[in-house]
């Protein structure tokens, strides 16, 4: 079964730095999906990846897939109080159900 | 983007009673769901797969018996957690697929004494 690792556990940050998120996979990745959630929340859908050396954008976070597509990070720029929350990485095991299988998470802390 | 609810979002109940969970795809039709369980500052872990019309397929060490899923049309999963122990105690989220991309619910959190 497909392993997903993510680094580090937990990470505090002042507001206004950058930060990234890594999530390693024991397979090859056929997609990769970041989410954030408040603890007890549900899970807001921030980017997929599929592509080997994809990279997408969306206002300050930034998620790339690297060439061998077993490795994604998630890069945070100026981070901000808001951006507090647990981030989740998910791989899609391939199959026609699009099953996912997820990290155990990174916690992020800004402090203002 | 898509909606996915829950309800309740939270429920209490006696050892040894069940209790139903519902996961409603509010703006498209979900052919599949997907039922997750998460502990206090662990991950989600995939209980089973959840497919109209048909049975549900579950994760290695999932007791089908216990965690029975219904999934009765197009926008409605069900969850009931059979005869439950403070053990089941956890926060349970499901999700539907809609094309590539899965969206989750807001999660139930249940709480057996």
């Known amino acids: 079964s497909q392993e997903l690792e993510q680094s580090p556990q937990s990470l505090i940050v002042q507001e206004g730095k950058n930060l990234t998120i890594n999530c390693t996979s024991s397979?090859?990745?056929?997609?990769l999906y970041w989410y954030k959630q408040k603890y007890g929340e549900g899970l807001i859908f921030l980017m997929m990846l599929q592509k080997g050396g994809e990279e997408k954008s969306h206002e300050k976070i930034t998620a790339k897939l690297d060439e061998k597509k077993q490795q994604s990070s998630l890069h945070i720029t100026a981070s901000q109080p808001s951006h507090a929350g647990i981030y989740l990485c998910?791989?899609?095991?391939?199959?026609?159900?699009?099953?996912?299988?997820f990290g155990k998470g990174t916690l992020l802390t800004v402090n203002p | 983007g898509a909606v996915v609810s829950q309800h309740p979002s939270w429920v209490i109940c006696k050892s040894g009673t069940s209790v139903k969970i519902e996961c409603r795809s509010l703006d498209f039709q979900a052919t599949t769901m997907f039922w997750y369980r998460q502990f206090p500052k662990q991950s989600l872990m995939l209980m089973a797969t959840s497919n109209e019309g048909s049975k549900a397929t579950y994760e290695q060490g999932v007791e089908k018996d216990k965690f029975l899923i219904n999934h009765a049309s197009l926008t409605l999963s069900t969850l009931t957690v059979t005869s439950a122990h403070p053990e089941d105690s956890s926060f349970y989220i499901c999700s539907g697929q809609h094309y590539n991309e899965q969206f989750f619910g807001p999660g139930t959190r249940l709480t057996v004494l």
């Open positions: 998910g791989a899609d095991s391939g199959g026609s159900n699009y099953k996912l299988t």
């Open positions: 397979k090859t990745l056929y997609g």
